[in-house]
């Protein structure tokens, strides 16, 4: 599995594989923007020349927020999103983040079960977030500095 920075050729495909993950989806031209953002980092994890998911997140002074995680269907439950959570997750400690924080739709047991298993913990929730279905998001949060300290 190789991850680099994800380039604006990707986006038609990209595109399509945020479509397939995510009932609400991020239009193609929303992540092209998000590419200029300097804010913004994405990441794109490739097996096999396939791309297989990607991940996105927005660093202001030493906070960071995932922004997104999709994987593909075919290549779910074989590391892949837990690849990419450690390259964002690397990238965060290199950068002096003091926490990296996401929204996790409640249902999604496979992803809670994920970000639990890499030291996330639950900081709070954000009520109806979700939308096609509507639904709560729990607000997870990994604090870096608590890292240092244990």
């Known amino acids: 599995m190789h991850i680099y920075p994800m380039t ?3 986006l038609p495909h990209i595109a ?3 479509h397939l993950c ?3 989806p991020w239009s193609q031209a929303s992540l092209e923007e998000e ?3 300097p804010l913004s980092t994405w990441l794109v994890a490739e097996v096999s ?3 297989a998911g990607y991940a996105g997140m927005h660093r202001v002074l030493d906070e960071a927020c995932v922004t997104d995680v999709a994987v593909s269907p075919a290549y779910r439950r074989k590391g892949v999103g837990k690849a ?7 990238i965060c400690r290199r950068e002096g983040s003091a926490f990296l924080t996401l929204e996790v ?3 999604n047991l496979g992803a809670i079960a994920l ?3 890499l030291g996330f913990e639950k900081a709070g929730r954000r009520k109806y977030y979700y939308t096609h279905p509507t639904e709560d998001a729990l607000l997870l949060t990994k604090f870096f500095a608590r890292e240092a300290t244990l």
């Open 115 to 117: 970000y639990r298993g």
């Open 16 to 18: 399509i594989l945020e």
């Open 84 to 90: 990419l959570m450690l390259a964002l997750e690397d």
């Open 105 to 107: 739709r409640e249902s």
């Open 22 to 24: 995510f009932s609400d």
């Open 8 to 10: 604006v050729e990707m």
């Open 35 to 37: 590419l200029r953002n």
């Open 49 to 51: 020349g396939q791309t």
